[in-house]
């Protein structure tokens, strides 16, 4: 069974107002039941250089999903993930020409950009930003 996170202990994820704004916004140009949908931060194991993060939108949590919810929009967090993911701040940040969503670790000195939402199709990017 899924858990809201403020049922547990777990770390706290932060989430600005225009982030979640923007996100919903996207939410509902893709179709999604925002009572229902939301965003999904993630941490894919591997990678040469550090942990490659991600993001991209679900209809519904998982059953061990942790859900947090911030200016309505809902985040969910696998288990796996909340380790890498709890204490981040998600924010919107102008990136050269594009706004993106932005993932601040607290356990690093620098921002992810993790979703390039000026990008039409949302591409993966190789780089070190990772796009939904």
Do not use: W
Not at 67 to 94: C, K, N, T, W
């Amino acid at each position: 069974m899924s858990t809201t996170a403020e049922e547990s202990e777990h770390p706290e994820i932060e989430v600005s107002e225009a982030a979640s704004n923007k996100a919903l916004a996207l939410l509902e140009e893709e179709s999604l039941d925002t009572d229902t949908a939301g965003l999904r931060p993630f941490v894919q194991q591997g990678g040469c250089v550090g942990l490659p993060y991600g993001m991209r939108f679900d209809t519904r949590p998982d059953e061990d999903d942790l859900i947090y919810e911030h200016h309505g929009l809902r985040v969910f967090v696998d288990p796996a993930s909340i380790q890498y993911i709890g204490g981040v701040l998600l924010s919107m940040r102008r990136v050269s020409k594009a706004q993106a969503l932005m993932l601040k670790i607290p356990t690093s000195s620098r921002s992810v950009a993790v979703a390039n939402l000026s990008a039409p199709e949302h591409d993966c990017q190789h780089d070190d930003h990772r796009f939904i």
